[in-house]
């Protein structure tokens, strides 16, 4: 995601909703099923949907190894999970979506909500390395 | 004219076929299904019906429900 600025996980997810018109609701989280950001306004709510997608995600797991993303279509509506490494993204629409722009919307929201977290990584790393060269610094005075 | 006739019947026959595949194909599109995408680029249907399908739709459905 080149030359994309960094948000936060709850803007990422904003932004999800606001581009794309077919997602009704969705939640981010922690590969663990942590909820860090929700469209939701119930805590509980949120977390059952996180849950759940955890769990639709270890019970899709096949012989390929752990799926990346899937859809599931029911004649209520469809709900879509993405992951990453760190993450996942959990959206639900209406009825006969137009699957290929969802699935695209969630990796870009995935993405955009991890751009976050790698520069502060980054940042404490400089950080530490700064310390540590002024300790040296230090000792050598 | 008898020639003219079973054309007209043979087409109007072939057209009526093909709406009802349409249909049917289309009204199909609603039913429910599960599409996994993995890693290595591969992906798979799960059809109304099979295991993977019966196990993965009830959680789907939770989901569903949390979140409207």
């Known amino acids: 995601m080149l030359g994309l600025p960094a948000v936060d996980a709850a803007q990422?997810?904003?932004?999800?909703?606001?581009?794309?018109?077919?997602?009704?609701?969705?939640?981010?989280?922690?590969?663990?099923?942590?909820?860090?950001?929700?469209?939701?306004?119930?805590?509980?709510?949120?977390?059952?949907?996180?849950?759940?997608?955890?769990?639709?995600?270890q019970a899709a797991a096949g012989g390929a190894g752990g799926p990346v993303q899937l859809q599931v279509a029911v004649p209520e509506g469809s709900v879509f999970v993405v992951r990453d490494e760190e993450r996942l993204v959990a959206a639900v629409t209406g009825r006969d979506p137009t699957a290929g722009l969802v699935l695209y919307d969630l990796k870009t929201c995935l993405r955009l909500a991890g751009e976050n977290v790698r520069p502060a990584k980054k940042a404490a790393s400089r950080a530490r390395k700064k310390k540590d060269d002024g300790e040296v610094a230090d000792g050598a005075a | 004219m008898a020639r003219r006739r079973l054309t007209?019947?043979?087409?109007?026959?072939?057209?009526?076929?093909?709406?009802?595949?349409?249909?049917?194909?289309?009204?199909?599109?609603?039913?429910?299904?599960?599409?996994?995408?993995?890693?290595?680029?591969?992906?798979?249907?799960?059809?109304?019906g099979s295991d993977e399908a019966a196990r993965l739709l009830p959680i789907a459905r939770r989901l569903l429900s949390s979140a409207r």
């Open chain 1, 12 to 57: 990422a997810l904003a932004d999800l909703v606001e581009i794309s018109a077919q997602i009704e609701a969705a939640v981010l989280a922690a590969a663990d099923g942590t909820v860090l950001a929700s469209t939701l306004a119930d805590e509980e709510r949120a977390g059952a949907v996180a849950r759940d997608a955890v769990e639709l995600l």
């Open chain 2, 8 to 48: 007209a019947l043979v087409v109007t026959l072939g057209s009526l076929v093909g709406a009802a595949a349409l249909w049917r194909r289309r009204s199909g599109k609603g039913k429910e299904y599960v599409d996994v995408y993995f890693a290595d680029g591969s992906m798979v249907t799960f059809a109304e």
